[in-house]
C-alpha cells in the first residue's frame, strides 16, 4: 500500500504534479479542495475560508474526509495539510514556487488579472497559514517532516512526478 502526500502554497503546482504522479504510478488520487466544497455550497472559496476562521469544524470535517480518503491507500493525497495529517504516508512532498510564478498560474487558470492574483494567493496563503496554526499547531514554513522538497518554477508536472517517484523508489530500499 502506497501513500504519497503532496503539499504547497497555492499556485505551487501540487494538484497538477499529483495528477501526473497518479497517472504515473497508477494510482488513485485525492484531490478534496475547499474550492470544490465551496462550490457545492453555492458561495465562494473565500467565503468558505472565512466561515472556516469562525468554525473550526469546517477544517476538521475536510481533514478527517482526506484522511478517510487516504486510509484507503494506493494513493496520492494534494491538500495543503496532507503531510502533516496522515500518519501513514509513504512519503511527504513540499512543492514551491516564487511567488509572482503562483501568481501567473492562478491568473491564468482563474482567468484574473495578474494583480488580483497575487493578491488572492496572498490572501489564501495567509488565511490558511493563520487558522492551521490557530486550530493544529502546524507552521506550513516547517518543512521538517518532508522527504523532499522541489521548486517547481521551471518543471512540468511529469518532471515533477518523475523527481517524486525516484525518491520513492530510493526511500522504498533503505
Same mark, same amino acid.
Given at each position: +500500500?502506497?501513500?504519497?502526500?503532496?503539499?504547497?502554497?497555492?499556485?505551487? =503546482?501540487?494538484?497538477?504534479?499529483?495528477?501526473?504522479?497518479?497517472?504515473?504510478?497508477?494510482?488513485?488520487?485525492?484531490?478534496?479542495? $475547499?474550492?470544490? /466544497?465551496?462550490? !457545492?455550497?453555492?458561495?465562494?472559496?473565500?467565503?468558505?475560508?472565512?466561515?472556516?476562521? !469562525? *468554525?473550526? !469544524?469546517? &477544517?476538521? /470535517? $475536510? *481533514?478527517? #474526509?482526506?484522511?478517510?480518503?487516504?486510509?484507503? =491507500?494506493?494513493?496520492?493525497?494534494?491538500?495543503?495539510? =496532507? %503531510?502533516? +495529517?496522515?500518519?501513514?504516508? &509513504?512519503?511527504?512532498?513540499?512543492?514551491?514556487?516564487?511567488?509572482?510564478?503562483?501568481?501567473? #498560474?492562478?491568473?491564468?487558470?482563474?482567468? +484574473?488579472?495578474?494583480?488580483?492574483?497575487?493578491?488572492?494567493?496572498? +490572501? #489564501?496563503?495567509?488565511?490558511?497559514?493563520? #487558522?492551521?496554526?490557530?486550530?493544529?499547531?502546524?507552521?506550513?514554513?516547517?518543512?521538517?517532516? $518532508? &522527504?523532499?522538497?522541489?521548486?517547481? =518554477?521551471?518543471?512540468? %508536472?511529469?518532471?515533477?512526478?518523475?523527481?517524486?517517484?525516484?525518491?520513492?523508489?530510493? !526511500?522504498?530500499?533503505?
Amino acid at each position: +500500500m502506497t501513500i504519497i502526500c503532496i503539499s504547497g502554497l497555492t499556485g505551487s =503546482g501540487k494538484n497538477a504534479a499529483g495528477e501526473a504522479l497518479a497517472k504515473r504510478l497508477n494510482l488513485r488520487l485525492v484531490s478534496l479542495t $475547499f474550492k470544490d /466544497d465551496a462550490k !457545492k455550497r453555492g458561495i465562494s472559496l473565500m467565503q468558505l475560508q472565512g466561515a472556516a476562521d !469562525k *468554525d473550526k !469544524k469546517i &477544517d476538521v /470535517d $475536510f *481533514d478527517a #474526509r482526506v484522511v478517510n480518503e487516504a486510509s484507503k =491507500g494506493n494513493c496520492i493525497v494534494t491538500t495543503w495539510l =496532507g %503531510p502533516w +495529517m496522515v500518519k501513514a504516508a &509513504d512519503l511527504r512532498v513540499w512543492i514551491n514556487a516564487e511567488e509572482n510564478v503562483r501568481a501567473a #498560474r492562478i491568473a491564468k487558470r482563474d482567468g +484574473m488579472g495578474a494583480k488580483e492574483a497575487l493578491e488572492h494567493l496572498r +490572501m #489564501r496563503d495567509n488565511d490558511n497559514r493563520a #487558522r492551521y496554526k490557530k486550530y493544529y499547531g502546524i507552521g506550513l514554513d516547517d518543512h521538517s517532516n $518532508f &522527504d523532499l522538497e522541489i521548486d517547481s =518554477g521551471k518543471l512540468s %508536472p511529469e518532471e515533477i512526478a518523475a523527481l517524486i517517484e525516484k525518491a520513492l523508489r530510493a !526511500k522504498a530500499k533503505k
